[in-house]
Each structure stands twice: as C-alpha cells, then as structure tokens.
C-alpha cells in the first residue's frame, strides 16, 4: 500500500483492498494492494490481473457502504478458465475504506518514517508494517547514473547520487533522483546513515573516486555494493583495494564489474543489468532464464534460499525486507 501513497492522500475517500495471506503460487506478494478512488478510478494490483475484476467490485462495495470486507480468491481444477487465480494459489484480500488513522499512516510513511497500523475485519485482526524506502547511492555523474538512479526509482530505493565535480552534479542532470549531493565520494558515505538494506553502485571507474569510497562501503554491512568498469579495471581495483587494506572477504563481497550479463550496451540497458543484479540479490533468484528452469515461479523464502547460487547468499542474509504484513 505505501507504493500507492501519495495518489491515496490526494483523494478525498478511497477504497483499498490489501493482499493479507497467500497459500501456493501467486503473482503478487501479501501487502500488494489496489485502490478504488472517488470517480472510480483504479491504481495499484492485488493478483496481477486475474481477479481485479472481482475486487474493483469489492471495494466499489465497501467505499459505498464504509464496511470492510475479507474475500478468498482461488485456483480450482474444474473452472481453469473462469474468474480465479489460474497460476494455482489462493489469496486472501482484506478491503477496506480510508479512515484517519490510515491517512496518518499514509502521510507519516510519505515523510519517510517507520510505520506499523492495524486492522480489523471478521474476528481477524491485521497488522502492516512499513519502513522507510531502502537506499541507493551512486556515485559518478555521468549518463549511466541517470539511467541507474531512474530505474532504482522505479524499484523503489530512495535514490541519492554523488560527485565531486559540481558542473557535472546537478538535479537537471538527474531528475530521478532523490538527491543530488556535491561531495567526495567517500566523504559522503562516511558522514551517511546506511543499513542492511543500502545499495552502493560505483560508476566513475577513477582510482582517486572509487578506491577511498569502495574502502569505506566494503567495510560496512550494505547489502550490495557494485563497482562499474571493465575486467582489466576491475583486476587493477581490487589490487589496489588490498594494498588499501581491503580483506579478501570484503573483496568477496564486491560486484564487479557490476550487473547481470545481459549483453546490453548503452546506458539504460546498462542500468537494467544493474537492476537486476540488486534484484537477484534481493530475491535469491538465480539469473537465469525463468524457461530454463522447473522450479516454482513465485517461492517462499526458504524455497528461494534453496536454489540461490552461492555468491548470492551473503548479500542475502544482509539484507532487510521492504515491508512486510503480519497477520492472525
């Protein structure tokens, strides 16, 4: 829910519906949500398409009546095709009308801050929890940066990029970005709040930028830190690391050269190689082809530990959901 909002505090009277458990395979996570505004108009999912239908009408329901209603939508063998979840899970949907309480939520995670509300419907009590959006700092302002701090955007990192050269550091340059910062590098990151969930991507590939603050990001728990250049400049880095001090196991932690091998070229299918690592990493997926593969789709955690490559898992266990829904 708190992807959607902003466009919920600029209605006047909405209906949410919020994914509050998941049994088997779906395509969206429990806390995915979809909303209803005044006009009817609709944002977000809850199922990916096959039962939003079903759930427009819910919260049509609920927004006109301001009861809240709990729905279970499935998967069974005898209607494959008809209205219900086809890839073989069951959801369970908790919609509900805006109220007070859950605008100030919705401001109070807007701002940036930890938020946990609670909800109530038939005998079954909810409670959604969100933390402010994880960090990604990139740091070198060249092109590739703007392509990396808008899709980071899109995946939701609060995106901060840093140079120390102010003509090449500006917002105009990077209008995706949270913030633009004019600083050293590794000055920057040491004076910067970062946590398990902190992405570091590295783009300058200059010695004098990426080895003070590769030093400073590989000596913190981040969960990534990626460094962009190519082969050649990645073996002349990580000497240079170690003759800086850098342990071989913090070395192990380095992703360079950084992203997914994609065989893109420019600087926004760079970025998507990027992306994906962070997301493989996030996720414990494989990189592979979904269509090379047998496994589930959509797997639970442990599920997704079981078939993570081992150069994955460190970056793994550092890491810290975006939310998360608790449920009774």
């Known amino acids: 829910m708190r992807d959607l909002a902003e466009t919920l505090l600029s209605w006047d009277r909405f209906a949410v519906a919020s994914v509050v458990a998941v049994r088997g395979s779906a395509p969206r996570p429990v806390g995915a949500a979809m909303a209803v505004g005044p006009s009817g108009q609709v944002i977000g999912s809850v199922s990916g398409g096959c039962v939003e239908a079903e759930v427009y009408d819910l919260a049509c329901t609920v927004l006109a009546t301001s009861r809240p209603a709990l729905a279970t939508f499935g998967y069974s063998d005898d209607t494959a095709f008809a209205v219900g ?125 990426d080895i003070p603050v590769l030093v400073e990001a590989l000596g913190r728990p981040l969960a990534f830190v990626g460094a962009m250049g190519s082969r050649r400049t990645h073996a002349e880095r990580l000497e240079r690391l170690r003759e800086a001090g850098v342990g071989e196991a913090a070395l192990g932690r380095l992703r360079s050269p950084v992203g997914l091998d994609l065989g893109g070229r420019t600087a926004a299918e760079t970025a998507v190689s990027i992306a994906a690592e962070l997301v493989a990493l996030r996720h414990g997926g494989s990189g592979l082809p979904l269509s090379d593969l047998a496994s589930p789709i959509h797997r639970t955690s442990a599920a997704a530990m079981r078939r993570t490559p081992a150069r994955f898992l460190l970056a793994q266990r550092n890491s810290l959901p975006i939310g998360s829904c608790e449920f009774s």
Request: a negative charge; glycine letters at 6%; one cysteine or more.
């Open 85 to 209: 979840l086809t890839c073989g899970g069951t959801v369970d949907v908790l919609v509900q009308r805006d109220s007070p309480g859950l605008r100030a939520a919705l401001r109070a995670t807007v701002d940036g801050l930890p938020v946990s509300v609670r909800f109530e419907a038939e005998g079954r009590v909810f409670t959604e929890s969100w933390l402010p959006a994880p960090r990604l700092l990139v740091f070198g302002a060249i092109d590739h940066a703007a392509a990396v701090a808008e899709i980071g955007r899109f995946l939701g990192y609060h995106v901060t990029v840093c140079d120390a050269r102010p003509i090449f550091a500006t917002p105009e340059r990077f209008p995706a970005a949270h913030d633009v910062v004019v600083d050293w590098p590794h000055r920057y990151l040491a004076a910067t709040y970062t946590d398990a969930r902190t992405a570091v991507v590295v783009l300058t590939h200059d010695p004098k930028f």
